[in-house]
C-alpha cells in the first residue's frame, strides 16, 4: 500500500486522556513521552555556538574529528575497541533513521523485518514504507526464512529489557545463517539500573564476545537525545560493517541527508565528556527511585525495566482502563497497545518530567490508595 496506507499517528488517541489529567486541580504530570525536560549541558551549547559560522555544505559522513569521536565512544564506553572512521555514520537523529533503513538496505516486497515483541512502532512503519512485511518475534528459532533486517533494541523501548551478550550472539548466529542484517537500537545503554547492570555496561552487538571479531551484517544504532539531553539537536549516528555504512552514505549523499554542521561539532564535543552524562543519569535515578515504589504501592507490577527511561507496568486489566485511572490522578502514561498487540494490559511511565512533577506523581499515587 505504500506510505498512503500508513495509519495515523497512535498519539492522537492520547489526547482524551491527556485534557482529563490537566483537568487535576494539581496541575498534569506528564509521564508519557520519553522528551528531556532537563537542560541540555554548557558546553555542548558553547561548541554549538562556535560553530554558526556554517557557509558551506556539510559532510554527508561526517567531519573527521566527529567519526573519531563516535569510534573513540564506543571503544571507552561500550567495550567495542577498533572501530575507525569507515564503520560509523552521523544520523539526522535516530528515528529517522529507524524508519528509513529499511529502505536504504533495499529491503522490499517479499521481504520480512523482524522487531521485538514489545517494540517502538517505528520498526513496523518502515518496514511497511519499504513495502516489506514486519514480524514482531523475539524467539532468533521463529524469525522467517525470507528475514532480510532484524531489529534488537537493548535496552528496550517500551520495556526496558536488556539483552545479554548471549541473548545477542544467538540473535546475530540466527541472523548469519539467515543473510540478515542485525541493527541494533541501543539509544539507552548508559542508563542500566538493576541486576548486573547497576555496574556493568549494558553490552553492545557490536561486542567482540558478540561478534567474534567479525562486523559483517551488524549495525549499532545510538542517539544523544538521552544521554545529553539533544532530542532538539537530532544528534545520533550508527557504527559497524564498514561496507554497510559505505553502502548507506553513498545512498544518504544521493538524497541529500546530512546533519548540520555545527550539531556535528557539538555531537563530537558531547561524546568527549562522560561527566554530564554521569550528572544526567543520577538525575534519572532519583527520578526512578521516588517513581517506582509509588507506582508498585497503587497496585501496578513492574515488569523488565531493569535499564532505559521507563517503568513497564501493568495493573492486569486493559490499558486504556489504567490509563483513564491514571489520567484521574492528572498522570499522563503511555497505553501498552501502542508497542504492538503483545502487552495490551501494560503501560509506559517516562522518567522525563522534573523533579517536583514526579514528586508530585508519587504523591498522588500513594494517596490513591491510603
Not at 126 to 148: I, K, S, Y
Not at 208 to 218: I, S
Not at 320 to 349: C, K, N, T
Request: with cysteine; charged share 20%.
Amino acid at each position: 500500500m505504500g506510505v498512503t496506507g500508513l495509519p495515523d499517528y497512535p498519539w492522537e488517541q492520547v489526547a482524551p486522556y491527556a485534557e482529563r489529567a490537566r483537568a487535576h486541580a494539581g496541575g498534569i504530570v506528564d509521564l508519557s513521552i520519553g522528551s528531556p525536560v532537563d537542560p541540555t549541558p554548557a558546553l555542548i551549547r558553547r561548541a554549538l555556538a562556535e560553530a554558526t559560522d556554517a557557509h558551506a555544505y556539510p559532510q554527508t559522513i561526517g567531519t573527521t574529528p566527529l567519526r573519531e569521536a563516535i569510534a573513540a565512544w564506543f571503544s571507552r564506553r561500550r567495550a567495542v575497541p577498533g572501530l575507525e572512521a569507515r564503520h560509523v555514520l552521523p544520523t539526522i537523529g535516530s528515528k529517522e533513521l529507524v524508519a528509513l533503513l529499511p529502505l536504504l538496505l533495499g529491503v522490499g516486497e517479499g521481504d520480512v523485518v523482524v522487531h521485538p515483541r514489545a517494540a517502538y512502532p517505528t520498526y513496523e512503519i518502515g518496514a511497511r514504507v519499504a513495502g516489506a512485511v514486519a514480524v514482531a518475534e523475539d524467539d532468533p528459532a521463529r524469525w522467517p526464512a525470507n528475514t532480510r533486517l532484524v531489529w534488537l533494541n537493548s535496552p528496550g523501548n517500551p520495556d526496558g529489557r536488556v539483552l545479554g551478550t548471549g541473548e545477542l550472539r544467538a540473535a546475530v548466529r540466527r541472523a548469519r545463517e539467515l543473510g540478515a542484517v542485525v541493527a541494533s537500537d541501543e539509544c539507552y545503554a548508559e542508563l542500566g539500573w538493576d541486576g548486573p547492570w547497576a555496574s556493568e555496561p549494558v553490552p553492545s552487538v557490536l561486542d567482540p564476545r558478540v561478534t567474534g571479531g567479525e562486523l559483517g551484517g551488524l549495525l549499532a544504532v545510538y542517539s544523544l537525545s538521552k544521554q545529553s539531553n539533544l532530542a532538539g539537536y537530532r544528534a545520533a549516528f550508527l557504527a559497524g560493517d564498514a561496507d554497510l555504512v559505505a553502502t548507506m552514505a553513498n545512498v544518504r549523499k544521493h538524497l541529500g541527508l546530512m546533519l548540520p554542521a555545527p550539531v556535528q561539532h557539538a555531537m563530537t564535543v558531547a561524546l568527549g565528556d562522560d561527566d554530564h552524562v554521569a550528572q544526567q543519569k543520577e538525575l534519572y535515578r532519583a527520578r526512578r527511585d521516588a517513581l517506582r515504589p509509588a507506582v508498585e504501592a497503587a497496585g501496578f507490577r513492574i515488569d523488565r525495566s531493569e535499564a532505559g527511561l521507563y517503568l513497564w507496568a501493568t495493573e492486569g486489566r486493559d490499558a486504556w482502563d489504567s490509563m483513564a485511572r491514571l489520567a484521574d490522578l492528572g498522570i499522563l502514561a503511555g497505553p501498552g497497545h501502542f508497542y504492538g498487540e503483545h502487552h495490551p494490559q501494560h503501560v509506559r511511565l517516562s522518567l522525563t518530567a522534573t523533579d517536583e512533577r514526579v514528586a508530585a506523581a508519587a504523591q498522588r499515587l500513594r494517596a490513591a490508595v491510603s
